[in-house]
């Protein structure tokens, strides 16, 4: 009735502001009649003066009562606001508009890149993978109970939503793609397929654009797993940008319920701080792997397998130089387990072309590392 009454109102201003407009009109004709000169004079003034003194008034009533009858009260066109209301055409300019805003906030070239195959043998990753004695132990204890859960078919399969804690460098990401591989062959998830981001990549420059990137994140794993590595940046810095992510994650965990596995990853004490940060992460992230720090024997063994991938060999008495350096870079802030040992590798390569180059090696370890090859100390950097 109320809507109804405002439309009555609206045609009836819209009436008036037309009469407002015949009156002079009227007036002019009346007075070119037969009038007498005073009258004429009369009606001419009135015919002007009647339609000034209301049109502000009919002009404020009308916007007014227009805005009532065609605006809610958020400002949206009651006609247009609503998408399913749209033409197609008007619906495509939207979608258009959309697609480039997202697209802005994360090209489609960034998400493929995000995006990794799980292991399509994870028994056999699993078996391949260096120490983490106690990660593997928490593997077969999972598998065991995905295995369980399928297998009794009046139980409830429980979320498998997790957290990784450890120090960089000790494999992680790559057991998170050996998980991935398990909860795709235990039916966990539909997707073998793992996106990669890290905390910061989640924040954007605006809280609004955040939650959008995030969601946009979200839908690509859907099916599948989110692997978030150093996800403790969500809650540092001041602005709060990074909560927003973290809402929107939480929400995705609630609304799409068994559509993708969680996984965050980052320092122990870091990790343990955001998920009691929020009790949303508390109540679904059940499931813990502690990654302990290679010792040097491990890293030994990381450094032959990443030299042998790189057509090389490593004599003996270059481990034994290995073993005093290791023991150096443990005692760095910037020691990073495997990833030290990556960069080690590449700085023994140099040096070993650099002696080939110079004769100091013969032919025939052309692709051996040598302790020639290996500097016990670490590289030190003045910036």
């Known amino acids: 009735m109320k809507i109804l009454k405002y439309n009555l109102l609206y045609l009836l201003v819209i009436l008036l502001s037309i009469i407002s407009v015949v009156i002079p009109l009227l007036g002019i004709y009346l007075f070119l009649t037969n009038f007498s000169e005073t009258k004429q004079v009369n009606i001419l003034y009135l015919s002007f003066l009647?339609?000034?003194?209301?049109?502000?008034?009919l002009f404020e009533a009308r916007i007014k009562l227009r805005n009532i009858v065609d605006y809610d009260e958020f400002g949206v066109s009651k006609k247009y606001g609503k998408y399913e209301r749209m033409s197609a055409k008007e619906k495509?300019?939207?979608d258009m508009q959309k697609m480039a805003d997202m697209e802005r906030i994360l090209s489609s070239s960034q998400i493929k890149k995000l995006t990794h195959k799980g292991s399509e043998d994870p028994f056999k990753d699993m078996k391949k993978l260096i120490g983490l004695r106690n990660v593997k132990d928490k593997m077969n204890e999972m598998v065991a109970r995905m295995e369980f859960e399928r297998s009794s078919k009046k139980m409830q399969i429980s979320s498998k939503h997790m957290a990784f804690l450890g120090s960089p460098g000790t494999g992680k990401t790559t057991v998170a793609r050996i998980m991935t591989g398990f909860l795709y062959k235990n039916k966990y998830i539909k997707k073998n397929k793992c996106v990669e981001v890290d905390g910061n990549f989640l924040k954007s420059s605006t809280s609004a654009d955040t939650a959008i990137k995030t969601e946009l994140i979200i839908r690509e794993a859907l099916g599948g797993v989110l692997f978030i590595d150093e996800a403790y940046a969500l809650i540092e810095g001041s602005d709060g940008i990074g909560e927003q992510a973290v809402a929107t994650l939480i929400k995705a965990m609630e609304d799409r319920k068994g559509e993708f596995v969680l996984i965050?990853?980052?320092y122990t004490n870091e990790i343990k701080k955001l998920i009691q940060s929020n009790p949303g992460f508390e109540s679904r992230i059940k499931d813990f792997m502690v990654f302990q720090d290679y010792n040097n024997e491990e890293l030994k063994e990381i450094f032959v397998n990443m030299a042998r991938d790189n057509n090389f060999v490593v004599d003996s008495n270059a481990l034994d130089k290995l073993e005093e350096r290791f023991e150096r870079e443990r005692n760095l802030s910037s020691f990073g387990n495997g990833r030290t040992a990556r960069n080690i590798l590449d700085e023994c390569?140099?040096?070993?072309?650099?002696?080939f180059k110079n004769k100091e090696i013969d032919i025939a370890d052309k692709?051996?590392?040598?302790?020639?090859?290996?500097?016990?100390?670490?590289k030190v950097y003045w910036f």
């Open 349 to 355: 390569i140099d040096k070993h072309a650099f002696n």
């Open 92 to 94: 495509k300019v939207i």
């Open 367 to 378: 692709f051996r590392i040598t302790e020639k090859d290996v500097n016990v100390y670490p």
């Open 50 to 57: 009647i339609p000034l003194l209301f049109t502000k008034l």
């Open 264 to 266: 965050l990853a980052g």
